[in-house]
């Protein structure tokens, strides 16, 4: 995570400029053509030679670096999300869609919603007295710092830039989640008065009464604007906070400790495109039409329970990394198998608060251009490929991420042959680990070009020049999310021409999510998916050719 990179004692290091440039110029050799790399190797040359301004900006930002555990933590936080201007549902927010439950109906989603509030609950009991154990990655203890933030905040829209409120303290901090049905948001106490969490019991009874006061559906969704473009989303939601009834609502949604949804079924299409219909209504709600207005986009974490058994996990990025979550789930999967044991209290509990909004007309105008805009989605598609997992990756002694992201390259661009596979994997493996140490040439680049904005400087040449913006325009968003279940993360795309490939390898088979969007003519999830699978069945007969 660039937000507390690596080891949780050590500090992120400011990589060598001269390793930086020349490792920059390596990765553009690919995309460009020679007389190009040379008019850019000059700009390059000329940026680090001694004395120049890439010399002074480094030494500056070796100073920075003195001064904080991680020298690029805020700055990446503010240009990566803050002053990003796209909408975070679909754009920035990541979601992750687990395996369907066994109900099918709304008596099981409450049954299953009171278990899963509690066991969140429960794992936020943990991060508050400092009980929960320090998460490893390759050996290396990473930092928990992040824990703690994804309870009780938010995102606030802005006009040029978001910001980030944390509302949540170990003790005093905010005792109520939000609940949302039918676009009827409600604010649910979750503790009672000796400070002790609501048992399942008592949940279950509570969500019975928010479905009682939410039947209707004619309900404006509210939560729609929060899917728009950030400056747009930004304007409304100043006029939306003019009225004192609108304020407090919004304020006791921000200020929540987390949101439940609980949406309306799925519609069932076939088998096959279920999975993918199941993960869109975790993205972004499956649109206007469908359950959409039932999130509020700018908080840190919202779980979505629906009627029909599908269920799973949105996050806002600004706050929230993929390990976290990935913790946060396993804990409340494990809490989801153990009987509930405790008794509920014989004290009355008081109603659950539903939150109003006063809608103008301009509110209204609001709305309408927020459904219009969120409708012009994205196209997903799950690919859930059986042939091999991660085991068979092993026996070949590869690594498995980095196997699946050269598949997921050859997939783009159709090259392979064994003794290049193995150099691109194992390149691929080296450029990871580098990253891990906080030797990663792209935020280090970035680092210097922010460092001459903050002086007052020119933008560097070596940043104008149209390698970087070649180099910086990345066609393909790819991660890893491992998990002990079958789940799947989804995101969309970086760039409108480009896709979003998030995997999950398991031991004998891989999970991945495929997403571009809608409007663009020259890419297809669809198309992906099947060259994606071709690919990864043409690398296993590299190694295991069939007679």
């Not at 936020?124 to 050996?139: F, N, T």
């Not at 493996?429 to 040439?441: A, D, Y």
């Amino acid at each position: 995570s660039t937000k507390c990179l690596g080891n949780q004692k050590c500090k992120c290091p400011v990589p060598p400029l001269l390793q930086t440039l020349q490792r920059y110029l390596t990765a553009l050799e690919p995309l460009l053509p020679p007389e190009e790399l040379e008019h850019t190797r000059g700009i390059v040359q000329k940026f680090g030679c001694p004395g120049g301004l890439g010399e002074n900006l480094q030494r500056e930002l070796i100073k920075r670096a003195k001064h904080s555990h991680n020298w690029i933590s805020d700055w990446w936080v503010q240009w990566a999300y803050l002053e990003c201007r796209q909408p975070l549902a679909v754009h920035s927010n990541p979601a992750i869609s687990l395996p369907k439950r066994d109900f099918t109906d709304w008596r099981g989603q409450l049954v299953f919603a009171s278990k899963l509030i509690a066991g969140v609950l429960d794992f936020k009991a943990q991060v508050d007295s400092g009980r929960l154990g320090v998460e490893y990655m390759r050996g290396q203890p990473l930092c928990m710092e992040l824990f703690p933030q994804l309870f009780s905040s938010c995102r606030i829209p802005g006009p040029k830039h978001d910001h980030v409120i944390h509302y949540g303290r170990p003790r005093r901090g905010p005792a109520h989640i939000t609940v949302v049905r039918n676009y009827q948001f409600f604010q649910l106490d979750v503790y009672n008065s000796d400070g002790t969490p609501l048992t399942e019991s008592q949940i279950h009874a509570q969500l019975l009464r928010i479905r009682s006061q939410s039947w209707k559906t004619d309900k404006q969704p509210m939560g729609i604007l929060t899917s728009e473009h950030r400056h747009t989303w930004g304007q409304a939601y100043t006029r939306l906070l003019r009225d004192k009834i609108n304020k407090e609502s919004v304020r006791l949604i921000e200020k929540s400790i987390f949101t439940l949804c609980l949406d309306s079924p799925v519609m069932r299409i076939s088998d096959e495109k279920y999975s993918s219909r199941m993960a869109a209504q975790i993205l972004h709600g499956g649109g206007t039409f469908s359950n959409s207005g039932n999130r509020w986009f700018d908080k840190t974490l919202q779980f979505v329970v629906g009627e029909d058994g599908s269920w799973g996990l949105l996050y806002e990025h600004a706050t929230a990394e993929g390990p976290p979550i990935a913790t946060l789930l396993d804990h409340v999967l494990d809490y989801c198998k153990k009987p509930d044991r405790m008794r509920a209290p014989l004290i009355p509990l008081p109603m659950p608060k539903k939150l109003y909004f006063y809608i103008n007309s301009e509110i209204k105008w609001d709305l309408e251009m927020a459904k219009q805009n969120l409708d012009i989605c994205c196209l997903r598609r799950n690919l859930n490929f059986q042939r091999f997992g991660k085991d068979f990756v092993k026996l070949l002694k590869l690594s498995p991420n980095s196997f699946i992201q050269v598949a997921i390259q050859l997939a783009y661009y159709r090259e392979a042959k064994v003794q290049l596979l193995r150099e691109a994997v194992d390149a691929y493996s080296i450029l990871t680990e580098q990253s891990l140490m906080g030797q990663g040439i792209d935020r280090h680049l970035l680092g210097l070009k922010l460092q001459a904005i903050e002086e007052g400087l020119s933008v560097p040449r070596i940043f104008m020049d149209t390698a970087y913006g070649l180099a910086t325009h990345w066609k393909l968003r790819t991660g890893q999310v491992p998990a002990n279940t079958d789940s799947v993360m989804c995101f969309g795309p970086l760039v409108p021409d480009g896709y979003a490939v998030c995997y999950n390898p398991q031991q004998d088979h891989v999970h991945f999510s495929i997403t571009a969007f809608n409007c663009c003519e020259e890419t297809n999830a669809e198309k992906l998916a099947l060259t994606l699978e071709r690919s990864l069945h043409d690398l296993q007969e590299l190694f295991q050719p069939t007679v």
